[in-house]
């Protein structure tokens, strides 16, 4: 029974880091999906959305404000306004002008950007970390005696990336933007016949995505209480990592690769060491990739003709 309680324990807190991963992952998902390319700049998106956060909570606390919703709300907002920004950006700089030439140029493109925003962040907060209070400091236990616990932050995590997930589902399947989003990762050609602007279509997936890594780094920087310039990289190549996982261009398996991702990281780090996690899932995507490298719930590429 106590090792069954340890691995409940396990589950627990990976499906809460899983959950993050799984939003940053649409992300990538998303542009994959609607461009056929990756936006590697979009770690470090999600970077800044923890910085602008900070700085929402840090001005506030200045001011004397200390109420804990005030503070979460305004992070929230801030970091999602100013990531969309970023992502409208990214689209209109880095993407939009090299779209219909060699692929391997909007790659380089995206990799410089990741460069440039990840030192304006540098020059502009210097590379010492910055520590985040978490909000909602405490737990209780899943299981009476403390055999399995659950913190208030991973119940607000959880509820978060749900209603952010069903909110992305609901907005993908029942509203017109939604349809002419799939509409255009079907057939970007027909669907500009058809008369709907994909240049207005592809800038908003760069928008949504960017929205949901901000989301993701707020939990996150709430959860562990620690921010630097450097966390962009490692976040945005697990994000990476989960959406191959699931299957790279599939909304679903973006959502599904970042919950396997985060539960074999929990798991391996028990087996392995906490040093060995990120170990664990790169093997997992390298086992993934040759034995199925569409992903979960992938499927293989079709050739239009």
């Known amino acids: 029974?106590?090792?069954?309680?340890?691995?409940?324990?396990?589950?627990?807190?990976?499906?809460?880091v899983g959950s993050t991963y799984a939003l940053i992952a649409i992300g990538y998902t998303m542009v994959y999906?609607?461009?056929?390319?990756?936006?590697?700049?979009?770690?470090?998106?999600?970077?800044?959305?923890?910085y602008i956060a900070f700085i929402a909570i840090a001005g506030l606390a200045m001011l004397g404000i200390d109420s804990v919703t005030l503070l979460m709300v305004a992070a929230f907002v801030a970091s999602m306004i100013v990531t969309s920004a970023y992502g409208?950006?990214?689209?209109?700089?880095?993407?939009?002008?090299?779209?219909?030439?060699?692929?391997?140029?909007?790659?380089?493109?995206?990799?410089?950007m990741s460069i440039f925003l990840q030192n304006t962040v540098l020059?502009?907060?210097?590379?010492?970390?910055?520590?985040?209070?978490?909000?909602?400091?405490?737990?209780?236990?899943?299981?009476?005696?403390?055999a399995v616990t659950v913190s208030y932050m991973q119940v607000f995590i959880f509820v978060i990336t749900f209603l952010a997930?069903?909110?992305?589902?609901?907005?993908i399947s029942r509203s017109r933007l939604g349809r002419a989003c799939r509409a255009t990762a079907e057939d970007l050609k027909m669907t500009n016949l058809l008369g709907i602007n994909t240049n207005n279509i592809i800038a908003l997936t760069?928008?949504?995505g960017a929205a949901l890594a901000?989301?993701?780094?707020?939990?996150?920087?709430?959860?562990?209480?620690?921010?630097?310039?450097?966390?962009?990289?490692?976040?945005?190549?697990?994000?990476?990592?989960?959406?191959?996982?699931?299957?790279?261009?599939?909304?679903?398996?973006?959502?599904?690769g970042g919950l396997v991702l985060g539960v074999a990281e929990a798991f391996g780090?028990?087996?392995?060491?906490?040093?060995?996690?990120?170990?664990?899932?790169?093997?997992?995507?390298?086992?993934?990739?040759?034995?199925?490298?569409?992903?979960?719930?992938?499927?293989?590429?079709?050739?239009?003709?």
């Open 206 to 208: 760069f928008v949504i």
């Open 88 to 112: 409208y950006s990214i689209e209109r700089v880095a993407y939009r002008p090299l779209r219909g030439g060699n692929r391997l140029i909007p790659l380089i493109s995206a990799i410089g």
């Open 269 to 305: 780090a028990d087996v392995f060491g906490d040093q060995y996690k990120d170990v664990v899932a790169f093997t997992l995507l390298v086992l993934l990739l040759l034995f199925r490298p569409t992903g979960i719930l992938g499927r293989p590429e079709v050739e239009k003709v």
């Open 33 to 50: 999906g609607i461009i056929g390319m990756i936006n590697f700049a979009h770690g470090e998106v999600y970077m800044i959305g923890s």
């Open 214 to 256: 901000a989301v993701a780094a707020v939990l996150i920087s709430m959860r562990y209480g620690f921010i630097n310039p450097n966390l962009g990289f490692l976040a945005g190549i697990k994000a990476f990592t989960a959406a191959v996982l699931g299957g790279i261009g599939s909304i679903p398996g973006a959502m599904l």
């Open 123 to 146: 020059l502009a907060q210097d590379s010492r970390g910055k520590s985040i209070p978490d909000p909602l400091p405490g737990k209780f236990d899943l299981i009476a005696g403390g």
């Open 1 to 16: 029974m106590p090792e069954l309680n340890h691995y409940l324990q396990l589950l627990i807190d990976g499906l809460s």
């Open 165 to 171: 997930m069903a909110g992305l589902t609901l907005f």
